[in-house]
């Protein structure tokens, strides 16, 4: 059984930097692509961040210089580091495939504030 724990969320000033992190189980991790997936209030989930089985990489455009995905298939485990943020980053992110599974994580909250 397919399971995604994200963490690493947090309050931040605009600006300001976070680490996400996302623990995969039950499932071949290292061959599929990931993406990190973001929800804001009252918005659809999008997709801010790509990287393929072989590690290449696409972002959005409202993310794009500031976000960097990575992956370490020995672990089983993604990651998003964020920086420079801003308030319109606010949102709950999540992990999973690409295309996603049926299945989604719990989400860790982003939230960038003063």
């Known amino acids: 059984q397919v399971q995604l724990v994200e963490s690493g969320g947090g309050l931040v000033q605009p600006g300001g930097s976070l680490r996400l992190s996302c623990a995969a189980s039950?499932?071949?991790?290292?061959?599929?692509?990931m993406g990190w997936y973001r929800q804001a209030p009252g918005k659809q989930r999008e997709l801010v961040a790509h990287?393929?089985?072989?590690?290449?990489?696409t972002y959005a455009d409202s993310v794009k210089g500031r976000f960097t995905i990575s992956r370490d298939n020995a672990k089983n485990t993604m990651y998003l580091q964020m920086n420079s943020l801003k308030p319109e980053d606010t949102a709950v992110y999540y992990c999973?495939?690409?295309?996603?599974?049926?299945?989604w994580g719990q989400g860790t909250q982003v939230t960038v504030s003063l």
């Open positions: 039950g499932t071949i991790f290292y061959i599929y692509a």
């Open positions: 990287i393929s089985s072989d590690g290449t990489t």
């Open positions: 999973n495939k690409e295309p996603p599974f049926a299945y």
